[in-house]
């Protein structure tokens, strides 16, 4: 008779392939962490680059459907992970991907971290850490996105008073080509910008 594997071998070889197969299941933790991982993966860079385009015009746009694209595939993997194992930690130290990392050199890590702030609605943080970004900035046009950062979010919110006192500091900035009603502007343009961010990654494109 030909050899036959023990029982116990035979048993865990199927739970082993029930485990794979059920590994990213539809409705499976894996499945979610990998679904939200996916959506926040690239959102943050893809928020940072559209407020970036309002300076940089239009490649970094095309740059940012790179980003998506690959900040999307690094977020799922990982999502998933955390998914599975419950482990919050592995998701939030997540891989950047290149352009998302480029971009945050070209604006500041400062910067970064407030337009992150924005893409989730945490307007209030967005704003503090914008100020954060302002006064760390060493050269202008950090200063300038960082104000802008500011003034987006006091928009979004409603808070139109307070991005009333960014728009005279963004002038201060650039005194030969902008003037108050072009820094709101600028800012108004961002809102947009930044609702479509979201949206094109499955997320609200609104706070509300």
């Known amino acids: 008779m030909p050899n036959r594997p023990p029982p116990f071998l035979i048993a865990l070889t199927a739970v082993c392939t029930a485990v794979a197969l059920a590994g990213c299941a539809a409705g499976s933790l894996g499945a979610q962490g990998a679904a939200e991982g996916g959506k926040s993966g690239a959102l943050a860079g893809a928020v940072a680059?559209?407020?970036g385009s309002i300076f940089w015009g239009?490649?970094?746009?095309e740059n940012m459907a790179t980003s998506a694209v690959v900040g999307a595939a690094t977020g799922a993997v990982v999502g998933g992970v955390a998914g599975n194992s419950q482990d919050k930690a592995i998701e939030a130290k997540r891989n950047m991907s290149e352009a998302d990392a480029a971009i945050l050199k070209r604006i500041g890590p400062d910067n970064f971290a407030a337009a992150k702030e924005l893409a989730y609605c945490r307007h209030k943080t967005?704003?503090?850490k914008a100020r954060t970004a302002y006064g760390l900035a060493p050269t202008d046009d950090w200063k300038h996105y960082a104000l802008l950062i500011e003034?987006?979010?006091?928009e979004e919110m409603g808070d139109t008073a307070a991005a009333q006192k960014v728009y005279p500091l963004m002038?201060?900035?650039n005194p030969q080509t902008m003037?108050?009603?072009?820094?709101?502007?600028?800012a108004l343009s961002g809102i947009l910008k930044v609702q479509k961010a979201?949206?094109?990654?499955g997320l609200p494109a609104t706070c509300r």
Do not use: C, H, Q, Y
């Open 126 to 128: 967005a704003v503090g």
């Open 151 to 154: 003034s987006i979010a006091d």
């Open 171 to 173: 002038v201060t900035l």
């Open 49 to 51: 680059g559209a407020v």
């Open 58 to 61: 239009g490649n970094v746009v």
């Open 179 to 186: 003037t108050v009603d072009s820094a709101r502007n600028e």
């Open 198 to 201: 979201r949206a094109d990654r």
